[in-house]
């Protein structure tokens, strides 16, 4: 199931766990994308929190955690590698994965036709 929030980020849910990113709307808005600061394995957020940075020649942005819970997982080769934001940021560029503290929380974002009219 994906799910995307109104700051552009998406996530993928398997069980309790969300694979989560930035939309491709977002990377585009960005441009460029130069660095990438992903949050620590096993820092507890809510939803809300601002957990990552995403610096383009453009601009710097927080990533916002899209649900609270507890960081299982980063990408690690994104660091390296941030323009994979750009070129595939649905899914080579993922950020983090984080095992959600409350399903009840996904209902409040969007499903993919929803984001699509959102950003339209």
Not at 40 to 67: C, L, R
Not at 104 to 118: G, H, I, V, W
Request: aromatic share 8%; hydrophobic share 40%.
């Amino acid at each position: 199931m994906l799910k995307f929030t109104t700051d552009h980020e998406w996530l993928k849910i398997e069980g309790d766990v969300a694979t989560c990113g930035i939309t491709d709307h977002a990377q585009d808005q960005l441009g460029d994308v130069v660095f990438v600061e992903l949050p620590k394995v096993g820092t507890a957020v809510k939803q809300g929190d601002s957990i990552a940075v995403v610096e383009s020649v453009k601009a710097a942005s927080d990533v916002y955690a899209p649900v609270s819970g507890t960081i299982t997982e980063i990408n690690k080769g994104l660091p390296d590698e941030p323009g994979l934001i750009n070129t595939d940021p649905s899914k080579a560029a993922w950020f983090f994965k984080i095992k959600l503290a409350d399903k009840a929380e996904l209902e409040a974002l969007m499903d993919e036709a929803t984001y699509s009219k959102y950003i339209a």
